[in-house]
């Protein structure tokens, strides 16, 4: 099979305008960025159509080393409706340069179910993150020259809790001692970077509604405390406004298409193991305005991005999806059985059975959210029609609807039975109202503690004594209604990333809690999740090369 440069080089797009057009968007909403791209102005969007779209959901079980390919089954399901005849647009969130340089090298799809112009999806696209970077590190400026010309006032601040961040993988940039060199230098004060994922510029982009709201998220971020021990926002800085701006582009969905020419809005960022998981709002209600099905996807396994986009996003944005995509391989079944490297490719039915503990515990998560769950099977080379069948009978006694997905190498046309699915359980079997995990009138230790014995099934959760010193400031700021936003390895139900399978009876350990008040959630960091990332040993950027003009090693 061709690799994915080839295939996304081969493919004949259409202007965006065209592809703008199978969408009823009129010209004047389209701002072109080049021949292929386009951000989309918040007028298309539409509270009537909303209602009538039928958004689906595609989450996973828990990801290994193998990876899952989500990305490439919201892409294929779309497709597949396509080809069905139902208009259909998937709708994803954009890649952080951080992993295509590190660990992924590419996150658009991949094989035949790709969106594309890839490269530049890939790169800089259209500036999203390099605005988002921007407004975070602007706040910072503006924040550190208050402290430096406030420091022997009663106006001076107590504490600073803000953080700079940058799109790369960095790991000498976690901690960080800013200031040096002498007084008009600035003030020395211990700092750090996150990645731009991680900013909760990125999260109240993401959750927003429109321009105002934007700007009210903004003005609400805590940045620090003022020397009563009161929280000090950016409003009190002044600077609301000028942040907003540096967003007023980047708030607008981005407008692509896939390898069949059907469109694809990419909007937003934030990594599910330490931010939200989910693209914006704002994208998935303009999808929904444009579209019958609308696909998207949360990051990781659902007991990460899908219970985020729950309990958070849908929740905030008064949305909820018809039904549940959950992606898995016979692969990825077989490492949560202790298989590793090559043996996951070989049959193994009692390997294949011991693994599916795993998935169990994801489609009984997600049904416990009143979800509908198709499980989509990618299909590879090497798999076997009898651990196939197998699977079939084993997520139909489940009470799961199943598909096979080829749309990795056939395209539209591998994900008909996948599409059907889609339609069949959302005719006649639509999820139930969303039974969400916590009630935002309990406190953040219940939330954290709800979401620790219902979805990971832990036994008990254990607050470090710095938990302990933001538990009291979060209660006495009255910020108890907040939702909670767990980061944690992706890999595993515990916090321990190499404990696979579905375990039972560990301990959640909350080493930190993070309040952003603009986002509008509390973030609990558990176990050693880094909110910037590290490089591999070999980074994907040791394959990536120019070769007559033409781009190599993304994907």
Same mark, same amino acid.
């Given at each position: 099979?061709?690799?994915?440069?080839?295939?996304?080089?081969?493919?004949?797009?259409?202007?965006?305008?065209?592809?703008?057009?199978?969408?009823?968007?009129?010209?004047?909403?389209?701002?072109?960025?080049?021949?292929?791209?386009?951000?989309?102005?918040?007028?298309?969007?539409?509270?009537?159509?909303?209602?009538?779209?039928?958004?689906?959901?595609?989450?996973?079980?828990?990801?290994?080393?193998?990876?899952?390919?989500?990305?490439?089954?919201?892409?294929?399901?779309?497709?597949?409706?396509?080809?069905?005849?139902?208009?259909?647009?998937?709708?994803?969130?954009?890649?952080?340069?951080?992993?295509?340089?590190?660990?992924?090298?590419?996150?658009?799809?991949?094989?035949?179910?790709?969106?594309?112009?890839?490269?530049?999806?890939?790169?800089?696209?259209?500036?999203?993150?390099?605005?988002? @970077?921007?407004?975070?590190?602007?706040?910072?400026?503006?924040?550190?020259?208050?402290?430096?010309?406030?420091?022997?006032?009663?106006?001076?601040?107590?504490?600073?809790?803000?953080?700079?961040?940058?799109?790369?993988?960095?790991?000498?940039?976690?901690?960080? @001692?800013?200031?040096?060199?002498?007084?008009?230098?600035?003030?020395?004060?211990?700092?750090?970077?996150?990645?731009?994922?991680?900013?909760?510029?990125?999260?109240?982009?993401?959750?927003?509604?429109?321009?105002?709201?934007?700007?009210?998220?903004?003005?609400?971020?805590?940045?620090?405390?003022?020397?009563?021990?009161?929280?000090?926002?950016?409003?009190?800085?002044?600077?609301?406004?000028?942040?907003?701006?540096?967003?007023?582009?980047?708030?607008?969905?981005?407008?692509?298409?896939?390898?069949?020419?059907?469109?694809?809005?990419?909007?937003?960022?934030?990594?599910?193991?330490?931010?939200?998981?989910? $693209?914006?709002?704002?994208?998935?209600?303009?999808?929904?305005?444009?579209?019958?099905?609308?696909?998207?996807?949360?990051?990781?396994?659902?007991?990460?991005?899908?219970?985020?986009?729950?309990?958070?996003?849908?929740? @905030?944005?008064?949305?909820? +999806?018809?039904?549940?995509?959950?992606?898995?391989?016979?692969?990825?079944?077989?490492?949560?059985?202790?298989?590793?490297?090559?043996?996951?490719?070989?049959?193994?039915?009692?390997?294949?059975?011991?693994?599916?503990?795993?998935?169990?515990?994801?489609?009984?998560?997600?049904?416990?959210?009143?979800?509908?769950?198709?499980?989509?099977?990618?299909?590879?080379?090497?798999?076997?029609?009898?651990?196939?069948?197998?699977?079939?009978?084993?997520?139909?006694?489940?009470?799961?609807?199943?598909?096979?997905?080829?749309?990795?190498?056939?395209?539209?046309?591998?994900?008909?039975?996948?599409?059907?699915?889609?339609?069949?359980?959302?005719? $006649?079997?639509?999820?139930?109202?969303?039974?969400?995990?916590?009630?935002?009138?309990?406190?953040?230790?219940?939330?954290?503690?709800?979401?620790?014995?219902?979805?990971?099934?832990?036994?008990?959760?254990?607050?470090?004594?710095?938990?302990?010193?933001?538990?009291?400031?979060?209660?006495?700021?009255?910020?108890?209604?907040?939702?909670?936003?767990?980061?944690?390895?992706?890999?595993?139900?515990?916090?321990?990333?190499?404990?696979?399978?579905? +375990?039972?009876?560990?301990?959640?350990?909350?080493?930190?809690?993070?309040? $952003? @008040?603009?986002?509008?959630?509390?973030?609990?960091?558990?176990?050693?999740?880094?909110?910037?990332?590290?490089?591999?040993?070999?980074?994907?950027?040791?394959?990536?090369?120019?070769?007559?003009?033409?781009?190599?090693?993304?994907?």
């Amino acid at each position: 099979m061709k690799s994915d440069n080839e295939i996304s080089r081969e493919a004949k797009l259409k202007p965006i305008q065209e592809i703008a057009n199978g969408l009823n968007i009129s010209e004047e909403n389209v701002i072109p960025y080049g021949k292929t791209k386009a951000k989309i102005d918040l007028k298309v969007l539409n509270p009537e159509k909303i209602k009538q779209s039928n958004l689906i959901l595609v989450s996973a079980i828990s990801p290994t080393k193998a990876g899952v390919g989500k990305t490439v089954t919201t892409v294929s399901a779309a497709l597949g409706l396509n080809k069905i005849g139902k208009k259909s647009i998937s709708v994803t969130r954009e890649p952080s340069l951080g992993p295509v340089f590190g660990m992924k090298g590419g996150a658009a799809g991949g094989g035949y179910a790709q969106v594309l112009p890839m490269e530049d999806i890939n790169l800089h696209f259209t500036g999203d993150f390099h605005a988002i @970077t921007s407004a975070n590190n602007t706040i910072a400026a503006l924040l550190d020259n208050y402290q430096y010309n406030n420091i022997n006032t009663d106006k001076a601040l107590k504490q600073i809790v803000w953080k700079r961040v940058l799109d790369v993988n960095d790991r000498s940039l976690r901690f960080v @001692t800013t200031g040096l060199g002498g007084r008009t230098n600035g003030l020395p004060q211990e700092a750090g970077f996150d990645i731009t994922p991680a900013s909760e510029i990125m999260a109240a982009l993401c959750l927003s509604e429109n321009l105002d709201d934007l700007q009210e998220r903004i003005e609400k971020i805590t940045l620090g405390y003022k020397l009563d021990n009161s929280p000090f926002t950016v409003k009190d800085l002044g600077v609301g406004g000028a942040i907003t701006l540096l967003l007023k582009d980047a708030i607008m969905p981005n407008l692509v298409q896939t390898t069949e020419n059907t469109p694809a809005f990419i909007h937003g960022g934030p990594f599910a193991n330490i931010a939200h998981g989910c $693209n914006s709002v704002i994208a998935t209600k303009m999808s929904m305005s444009c579209a019958e099905y609308v696909v998207t996807e949360a990051g990781f396994g659902s007991d990460l991005g899908a219970e985020k986009f729950l309990d958070i996003k849908c929740r @905030t944005a008064g949305i909820q +999806p018809k039904a549940t995509v959950l992606v898995a391989t016979t692969q990825s079944i077989k490492m949560h059985a202790g298989l590793d490297g090559d043996d996951t490719k070989k049959p193994n039915m009692e390997a294949l059975k011991a693994g599916l503990v795993n998935m169990q515990r994801h489609i009984e998560n997600m049904q416990g959210f009143g979800q509908s769950i198709i499980v989509s099977l990618n299909k590879f080379y090497f798999d076997v029609q009898e651990e196939i069948d197998f699977l079939r009978t084993w997520c139909e006694e489940k009470g799961c609807a199943y598909a096979v997905n080829e749309g990795f190498v056939k395209g539209g046309e591998g994900a008909v039975e996948l599409a059907k699915k889609i339609v069949e359980v959302t005719e $006649n079997n639509p999820s139930k109202p969303i039974q969400f995990t916590y009630e935002t009138t309990d406190s953040i230790e219940t939330k954290i503690e709800k979401i620790a014995t219902k979805i990971y099934r832990a036994d008990k959760v254990e607050f470090s004594s710095k938990c302990k010193t933001v538990l009291s400031r979060i209660k006495k700021n009255n910020l108890e209604n907040l939702p909670v936003c767990i980061a944690k390895t992706q890999y595993s139900f515990t916090d321990n990333a190499d404990v696979y399978g579905a +375990p039972t009876g560990h301990t959640l350990h909350v080493q930190d809690l993070v309040i $952003n @008040t603009g986002a509008g959630f509390v973030i609990a960091v558990c176990g050693d999740i880094m909110r910037m990332p590290g490089l591999p040993k070999v980074p994907a950027a040791n394959g990536m090369k120019f070769t007559n003009g033409i781009i190599e090693g993304l994907s």
